[in-house]
């Protein structure tokens, strides 16, 4: 762990790794979810709108290979990055056959600087011979499934119209991990419904996960959602940057201290952000959280054991 940074970064973790600077290329492969097409429900996620998060040059017309090398090119201008691991990014990104999936993994991992893949899905899309492709790729490539957990409670699951429950969520984990695989989850903290205790919850429990990543996303209401309409009708609480930065370190403090932490903070294109402002600037964010660690004299997993021994009494 970095002294300065007092938790686990994911940038320090690839420059270990892989002995130079690596970064993702986000792409769009044109998948769709099972609650936006009726298999499990309709509408999507209640907070989700994929343009809030898509680069422009990652649209699923067109072709990965291209999207890919776009991708590159920009990031080599923009921060000299010198190898790259592919991001299936909006949506289910395992939500089709295995045939169809292969076809597009595969002409990501063609371009000679792509080291890896990391492909965003639910926990209720990872068939075992979807894991067992997986494991295949990471005895050559660094392969990484990202889950949306989101929540530990199922009432803001179902709130949020996720479609499946938090056990899904343990099982898919589990089963993935079993294969060797790197594991992320994703967590949501600031849904209007859950205390502050039930957020904290929410650390704690997934910590038991056996995870490699994860990422921290503040609640933010982007346009063109169920969750803005929520927000216009009857406007709910979204944290203040003081209230962020205090509940990251607080979840920093109770993550296990394994984990490698990817993100601290949602973010939105300027168009699209309702609410709010204040996390389109993550230099900021990052900042104010790391001073705060230090003003706590603080770290990553303090409270880890300690929160383990309460949760297992």
Known sequence: MNPEMRYNAYGAFLRRKFGTRVHKVPVHAGFTCPNRDGTVAYGGCTYCNIDSFTPEAARARVPIREQVQTGIDYLKRRVSASAFIVYFQPYTNTYAPLERLRELYEEALAHPEVVGLSVGTRPDC????????????????????EFGIESVHDETLRRINRGHDYACTVDAVQRTAARGL?????????????????????????????????????????????LARQYEQNPFHVF??????????????????????????????????????????????????????????????????????????
């Open 126 to 145: 990872v068939e075992e011979d979807k894991l067992a492709y997986f494991q295949a790729l990471s005895r050559q490539y660094f392969v990484t499934i």
């Open 182 to 226: 790197h594991v992320c989850g994703h967590l949501i903290l600031g849904f209007p419904n859950e205390t502050r205790a039930q957020m904290l919850q929410t650390v704690e429990e997934v910590s038991k996960l056996p995870l490699t990543f994860v990422k921290l996303h503040n609640l933010h209401v982007v346009r063109h959602t169920e």
């Open 240 to 313: 203040t940057f003081e209230e962020w930065v205090a509940l990251a370190c607080d979840s920093l403090e109770r993550l296990n201290p394994d984990f490698v932490v990817e993100r601290l903070y949602g973010d939105a294109p300027r168009r699209l952000l309702i609410a709010p402002q204040w996390c389109r600037d993550g230099a900021k964010i990052i900042r104010a959280i790391q001073e705060e660690m230090v003003r706590r004299d603080t770290y990553q997993g303090r409270l880890f054991r300690e929160t383990l021994e309460v949760v297992t009494a």
